[in-house]
């Protein structure tokens, strides 16, 4: 999402720069981010280290007061979640510029959610001690949390629910503006997208050649998103169409051992296809050629991949909670099942793989949606008008 805004913003003539504690350009959209300007704060030779991550966030969390020189020919500087947020208000206070302030969600262990507390939270795959790190300094992080956030000329955030909660925690205004989608085709070319082809031929992903029919899931490989439940929905659905495939993409970690772990036990060895991490290209393509995204996920701030998807005229099976039910409109768009109910999941995914008919309603009608409501144009609008208050601010001041 931070490379499309400053795609965005670039477009319109802003110059922007992204400062980072963290920059790991081989797993962060390798095919697209040399495109930008991208600078870091801390020197980057302790990710090999299993606490590496979060010594340089801590480190950039400090040093950044030393490094306010670096800062002058900007108007508006803007934190992306924590650390960003406070290192913005750092630099704010130190040069007298305004600064926003856009969040995905309430800094994550502070305001863990439901199933945070259950699967746990790490900022690395490796053994660390960052939880004992993080812990031991939770006190003064809160405080200086809502210090950071709650003083913002401008808080942003990515879903009603997320604005709310916000709201709650920082006593302030939210701005709500959704992020958005590219339109995987122009709407008078909609009618590329047909059923049967969908149904029939191969699609090829690096080395690996699909067979469709095939669902597709992609997100990042975190527990939380619960791509188990899409695994254990299969064996119902091949025995209704012995010939169906699941494809889920994304970077491989200690998660994903555990997915193919019970891919095996169920059979499904030839019928779950794990891509890894693919470019744009090759995920839209992805999008393009699958007949129903699922998007697995029971408590998500937003959903990205539920627009990406329906920006391709792709219906959508999710759960009726959190962000996914401010995306999909139940029974236009796609399906949205009770929370945990996995034979009603597996049965409203069987309905889109078989009745031609109303998988390309539900696809238009959610192609439709992304481009009334969830486009990068409309985010970016949004987002440079908030900017630009914020220098015209600055100037009266």
Known sequence: MLLEQMRGLEQRGHKVVCFTPIYEPKVCYPDWIGQFKIRTLVPQWLTWFPDGLIIQMLTSSWLIIFQFWRFFKFDVLVGIGQPGAWMAFCLSRILGKPYLVWMNQPTRFLYPRKIDHKEGL?????????????????????????????????????????????????????????????????????????????????????????????????????????????????????????????????????????????????????????????????????????????????????????????????????????GPGEIVINGQTGFLIKPYDLVDFGKKALELLTNKKLNKKMGQAGFSRVEEKFTWKRHIDMLELKINRCKEKCSLS
Request: include cysteine.
């Open 122 to 322: 790490r900022i690395s795959d490796k053994k660390s001690l960052s939880t004992t790190i993080i812990n031991i300094l939770k006190p003064l992080i809160s405080y200086l949390d809502k210090i950071s956030v709650s003083r913002a000329d401008v808080l942003m955030c990515n879903s009603r629910i997320i604005a709310r909660w916000l709201s709650r925690i920082y006593k302030r205004k939210v701005v709500q503006n959704y992020p958005g989608a590219n339109l995987g085709f122009p709407k008078k070319d909609f009618t590329w997208q047909d059923y049967k082809k969908r149904l029939k031929g191969e699609s090829r992903v690096k080395t690996k050649i699909i067979k469709k029919p095939f669902l597709l899931v992609s997100n990042r490989h975190f527990p939380q998103k619960r791509f188990e439940y899409a695994i254990g929905i299969m064996p119902f659905l091949i025995d209704k169409i012995p010939g169906l495939n699941l494809v889920i993409t994304g970077g491989e970690n200690n998660y994903t051992k555990s997915l193919k772990t019970l891919v095996y036990q169920l059979g499904l060895r030839q019928r779950v296809v794990f891509t890894g991490s693919v470019a744009e290209k090759e995920l839209s393509r992805l999008y393009q050629q699958t007949v129903v995204y699922l998007y697995t996920a029971p408590q998500e701030d937003f959903g990205m991949g539920i627009v990406e998807a329906m920006a391709h005229g792709i219906p959508v099976v999710a759960w009726e909670n959190a």
